[in-house]
């Protein structure tokens, strides 16, 4: 059998006609259980290259991890394997193999511009400028980079950046949105200085309520009178320590790609509130009312909708603090590991705004779990990390699930979360195959 893109249009449209389609399973579509018997079981056994120990447990209307993540051609210079979901703007993934690394390096960073960056080959870094001003700015300023860096104190922090569309692959009805499996996240380190103090320099008022940014990049149409998107966080979450306007990313310039000479932070909330690029800061007097701050752009239903519902503008929210979350980074989904030697598996966990406090994994589709070994975050806002060694019981398929739990006790739904229009916060757990043989 060969399998490729087909089988995911197949399981959007209807995954469990697609279950009785390729494997002959048929169903309950209320509790989504279906026995694989006979030749279903024999087909799926055959196309994933084993017996699978642990069958009856398997959901039905869910693509074997297998096959679920699959990896095409694509190649950006600088960048190593990331696969290219939109090339205007462009907008990569990372395989989670590639995100092993304890602090993501720039050639494994996913991309995500909603517009046209802007050419900063030839700038001179130390005379770009940055405007603070808004409503609620006491001392409207204009900086120059180099006196950024030489007025305030520099710090350099691990924060993770995770597009609120991650995930927005798996949804059903299908979000329009880049179909992002689980490769837009990463955690490199950042060198700024804190947003909070360039503030404290310009003078808050007492009216403020949101902080804002522009930025350089241009409307795709080209329309310059179009900006390509600008955001911002409430004052709350721009005061504290981790936010930051940073100029180097691991202890480099930001690459071209990633706001070249100066963006800002703001880890644990959606990328999307880090501009970069960045040119202006506004204290604002209201919530931010920039491109991709209102409509469905980075919003989910205020209470939860049934799938494929219409939603009202005025019911939906702006997103904050993103959701718990893990991913499993070793082996390498689809691995072969031989019969009776313990594996290790390994990967990071993220829980916005909060710590992670356990994680958990499964081999029998989440029938039960084992708790795995996990790491403090090398400062607040950085992902932590995790490995435990599974045995496995026989030789078969396998998949591993991995499941965080945050601070307050919330943790990774095993599928999927809530569907919302525009598919944000899938922060369902990652799940690789496994061929023991
Ligand atoms: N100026 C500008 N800033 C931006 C964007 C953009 O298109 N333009 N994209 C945002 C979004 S949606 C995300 S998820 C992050 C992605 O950061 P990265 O491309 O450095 O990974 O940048 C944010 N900042
Ligand atoms: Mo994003």
Known sequence: ?????????????????????????????????????GSGLAAMSAALGGAIPFAERMPAGLIPAAFAQTTEPFSIPGKDGLRVLNDRPLNAETPAHLLDDAVTPAERL??????????????????????????????????????????????????????????????????????????????????????RDVLADCGIGENAVYVAWEAADAHISGDPTKQAISRGVPLPKALEEESLIAWDMNGAPLPPLHGYPVRMVAGGWPGSVGGKWLTRILVRDRVHDGEKMGGQSYRVPCDPVVPGAEVADADMCIIESMPVKSLITFPESGVRLPFGAPATVRGHAWAGDLAVRELHTSIDFGTTWQRAALTEPANRLAWQHWSTSIDFPRPGYYEVWARAVDAVGRSQPALLPAWNPRGYLNNACHRIAVRVA
């Open 110 to 195: 996913f991309v995500r511009n909603n517009g046209t960056p802007p050419n900063t080959a030839d700038i001179d870094p130390g005379e770009w400028t940055v405007e603070v001003a808004g409503e609620a700015c006491l001392r409207p300023a204009r900086f120059t980079l180099g006196e950024i860096q030489r007025r305030f104190p520099h710090h350099t922090l691990q924060l993770q950046l995770e597009c609120g569309g991650n995930g927005r692959s798996e949804f059903h009805p299908p979000a329009r949105g880049n179909q992002w499996t689980t490769g837009a996240v990463g955690c490199p380190t950042w060198t700024g200085v804190r947003l």
């Open 1 to 37: 059998m060969r399998i490729e893109r087909g089988l995911h249009a197949l399981y959007d449209a209807d995954p469990l006609a697609a279950d009785r389609r390729v494997w002959g399973r048929e169903s309950s579509p209320l509790t989504r259980r279906g026995f694989l018997r």
